[in-house]
Antibody, heavy 118, light 107 residues
Framework: QGMLVESGGGVVQAGRSLRLSCAAS????????MHWVRQAPGKGLEWVAVVWDDERRKYYIDSVKGRFTISRDKSKNTLDLQMHSLRVDDTAVYYC???????????WGQGTTVTVSS | DIQMTQSPSTVSASVGDRITITCRAN??????LAWYQKKPGKAPKLLIY???MLETGVPSRFSGSESGTEFTLTISSLQPDDFATYYCQQYDSYPWTFGQGTKVEIK
């Protein structure tokens, strides 16, 4: 079925950078689009970004465009989210998830917590 | 962006009750709708994809349907493990968007 394990979260000051990683195992990583989804404290789920299986097509929510970059490394089966110019409202638990075109996000990691302090 | 309006925000129900959660899209999403269950401290769990397809391993008391741009999640007989927050999500176009969530709590 597969497994996703996120890492890289932590406490960071506003304006600084952080890089999240997601290690994939147990499935053919190169066959899936990979996503980041976040949940701020007390709030709902918010989709953040996707990188398609071709590694070229990438999409972001407007609030992170120009600040976050999603990437993947098929040789290492890893998904990354490079976050720059972090803001207090980026504080959230960040989940990586896989999806193919038809099934939605069927496999999720356990999440990594990012706290941005002012 | 496609907006997903989910209601109600909270449902108070008892074990054995039938509950319905509704999600409305502000434009056509061609049945590309999923439902997730979320419990505190846990990852979201996919329940239903493509409006009405049950994810493998999900109990048959969960079902999904649509009428135009209105989508429904039904739990036919609520079980203790079902008390959680539920989210709809469209994957017709980017950015993918979620509904605001519905918390199912014990009455």
């Amino acid at each position: 079925q597969g497994m996703l394990v996120e890492s890289g979260g932590g406490v960071v000051q506003a304006g600084r950078s952080l890089r999240l990683s997601c290690a994939a195992s147990g499935f053919i990583f190169s066959s899936y689009g990979m996503h980041w989804v976040r949940q701020a404290p007390g709030k709902g789920l918010e989709w953040v970004a996707v990188v398609w299986d071709d590694e070229r097509r990438k999409y972001y929510i407007d609030s992170v465009k120009g600040r976050f970059t999603i990437s993947r490394d098929k040789s290492k089966n890893t998904l990354d989210l490079q976050m720059h110019s972090l803001r207090v409202d980026d504080t959230a638990v960040y989940y990586c998830a896989r999806a193919d075109g038809s099934y939605g996000m069927d496999l999720w990691g356990q999440g990594t917590t990012v706290t941005v302090s002012s | 962006d496609i907006q997903m309006t989910q209601s109600p925000s909270t449902v108070s129900a008892s074990v054995g009750d039938r509950i319905t959660i509704t999600c409305r899209a502000n434009q056509s999403i061609s049945s590309w709708l999923a439902w997730y269950q979320k419990k505190p401290g846990k990852a979201p769990k996919l329940l239903i994809y493509k409006t009405s397809m049950l994810e493998t391993g999900v109990p048959s008391r969960f079902s999904g349907s649509e009428s135009g741009t209105e989508f429904t999640l039904t739990i036919s007989s609520l079980q203790p493990d079902d008390f959680a927050t539920y989210y709809c999500q469209q994957y017709d176009s980017y950015p993918w968007t979620f509904g605001q969530g519905t918390k199912v709590e014990i009455k």
